[in-house]
């Protein structure tokens, strides 16, 4: 790939050696510089993990994206330059208890340190991480943004992130590893089925220096680190564009089908 475009686009300038210090650098910057957003399903457009359309979309059309997409391109940076990774798949739990069994359909990331197991995951929408974890079990994690732990309970792990008012579960996983192939079929699903709230609705988010963007359809809304929260509704399909471009950082393709769902969001 083309590391150097890649380095540009999410302003990293520090060194390249496969280091915690590193690691933990890069998921920041890849973080807090492109979106988490679901445009491509939302509008109808397939969702391709190929490394170079991944590649085009996120750097070179400076867009977003989603799971599949933040992980498997930070997974060949990470390679390039050095590091030992492999990719996960988690069930998500997120608003489910933590005891139920939901589909494997969210990707992160194993990173073998020195140090030992390093987690990234830089496309978990509005609680994505914002720096490595270690593998250790119970142990709290300060990040940039939230405190995370990780709980080991009879073979798999639970990913939890401490909010103002509790421990929530984001998903749980194991250690198997899984290769890009194992991706194909929950991405076509989650980008195609009529059902996947990544058909029927808008979902961006981006983390940034005190707190956290998120915007679910029309609803807009900021979480500091401080625990206080604001809201609104954007008023019209200008107020959006204009939100993704400035406060999310995308570039808007030029896409009547897209122009087309936006439009739907104001139209009752």
């Known amino acids: 790939m083309n590391l150097d475009a890649y380095l540009r686009r ?16 890069l ?21 391709e993990l190929a490394p170079p359309a991944l590649e085009r979309k996120l750097v070179g059309e400076e867009r977003g994206g989603y799971c599949f997409e933040h992980n ?3 997974a060949q940076v990470l390679q390039a330059i050095g590091f030992q990774v492999s990719g996960l798949a988690a069930r998500v739990l997120w608003t489910q208890p933590d005891e139920a069994i939901t589909p494997r359909s969210h990707m992160l990331l194993r990173v073998e340190m020195e140090q030992g197991t ?13 720096t490595s974890l270690a593998l250790r079990d119970g142990e709290d994690q300060a990040t940039p943004h939230e405190t995370f732990r990780l709980q080991l309970r009879d073979g798999d792990w639970w990913m939890q992130a401490r909010l ?13 590893r899984q290769y890009p192939v194992d ?21 961006v988010a981006r983390p940034v220096a005190g707190g956290r963007h998120a915007l679910r359809d029309r609803e807009l809304s900021f979480h500091g680190l401080d625990g206080a ?14 939100t993704l471009e400035g ?15 936006m439009a739907g969001l104001f139209a009752a």
């Open 118 to 130: 390093r987690l990234v995951d830089v496309g978990f929408g509005g609680l994505t991480l914002t």
């Open 164 to 176: 103002p008012d509790r421990w929530a579960t984001l998903y749980r996983f194991d250690l198997q």
């Open 72 to 74: 498997l391109l930070l």
């Open 27 to 47: 998921a920041f910057r890849h973080a807090t510089t492109i979106a988490f957003e679901n445009l491509d399903p939302f509008a109808g457009h397939p969702v």
């Open 183 to 203: 991706y194909e079929a929950s991405n076509y699903y989650l980008s195609t089925n009529p059902g996947s709230h990544f058909v029927t609705g808008l979902r």
């Open 10 to 25: 999410v302003g990293y300038d520090g060194p390249l050696q496969a280091s915690v210090d590193v690691l933990d650098a």
């Open 247 to 261: 406060t999310f950082g995308i570039r808007l393709p030029q896409s009547p089908l897209l122009q087309a769902r």
């Open 229 to 242: 929260s604001e809201r609104r509704t954007l008023a019209d399909i200008a107020e959006l564009r204009a």
